[in-house]
């Protein structure tokens, strides 16, 4: 058991580092998935997090950065940030 004691030690670290990832607001271009670096405010991070609670998803904020789930894809985080974008969507969605 010993010898396995390292690799055990090295699988259990490495799951735990890649269940989240980091939540970067996506934007289509006309032509892809973008991310725009300055797009976090502190009122969007609000708002994805108002987002994010509504559609039960985990996540959690570090170093005043949000962190989610790292099975969700560019494509969810293109949602998420749309509706966080979108003011219409906020007040028809209001936490209960």
Not at 20 to 28: G, L
Request: hydrophobic share 35%; proline share 4%; net charge negative.
């Amino acid at each position: 058991m010993r010898k396995y004691f390292p690799i055990l030690c090295l699988a259990l670290l490495t799951f735990s580092c890649s269940k989240y990832q980091e939540y970067q607001p996506q934007f289509f271009n006309g032509h892809e998935l973008v991310v725009i670096p300055d797009s976090l405010t502190d009122t969007h991070k609000k708002n994805v997090t108002q987002v994010l609670d509504y559609y039960n998803i985990e996540w959690k904020l570090e170093d005043d950065k949000i962190y989610l789930d790292s099975r969700i894809d560019n494509e969810l985080m293109w949602n998420f940030t749309s509706k966080a974008n979108d003011a219409n969507w906020l007040q028809s969605h209001q936490p209960q």
